[in-house]
C-alpha cells in the first residue's frame, strides 16, 4: 500500500523558515520522482519544487525560485522540502507527490500518488 504522509508544516511569520518532511512507503523509493505541490484556497494545484530518482532539482519558474529547496534522502524514504524568507503569498496546503513517469514533470496530473497535505501558513 503506497502512503505519502507530510510534516513539518505550520504557523510561521513573514521571513521566517520551515522544513517539510514526506515519509513514504509501499514502492521503491528511489525508483520515482517526486515533486512538492501546493494549493490555496480558491486557487488551483500548483508546482513547487520536483527532484528526480537521480537526484536532479527542478522548481517553479516563480515565486520559489531560490528561497525553496528540494532534497530527497532514499536511505530514509523522505523527501524534504526546505522553505527561506516565507512570504504569506506561501500560505497553502503543501503536497507530496510520486511520479513513476521516465521524465519528472512540473504536471500534477503526471503524479501517480499523493499524501493529505500540510497547512504552512504564513503571518505578516
Known amino acids: 500500500q503506497v502512503q505519502l504522509v507530510e510534516s513539518g508544516g505550520g504557523l510561521v511569520q513573514a521571513g521566517g523558515s520551515l522544513t517539510l518532511s514526506c515519509a513514504a512507503s509501499g514502492f521503491t523509493f528511489s525508483s520515482l520522482h517526486m515533486g512538492w505541490f501546493r494549493q490555496a484556497p480558491g486557487k488551483e494545484r500548483e508546482f513547487v519544487a520536483g527532484i528526480s530518482r537521480n537526484g536532479d532539482s527542478i522548481y517553479s519558474r516563480d515565486p520559489v525560485k531560490g528561497r525553496f529547496t528540494i532534497s530527497r534522502d532514499n536511505a530514509k524514504n523522505t523527501v524534504y522540502l526546505q522553505m527561506n524568507s516565507l512570504k504569506p503569498d506561501d500560505t497553502a496546503l503543501y503536497y507530496c507527490?510520486?511520479?513513476?513517469?521516465?521524465?519528472?514533470?512540473?504536471?500534477?496530473?503526471?503524479?501517480?500518488?499523493w499524501g493529505q497535505g500540510t497547512q504552512v501558513t504564513v503571518s505578516s
Open positions: 507527490a510520486a511520479d513513476r513517469s521516465v521524465i519528472i514533470s512540473r504536471n500534477p496530473s503526471a503524479y501517480d500518488y
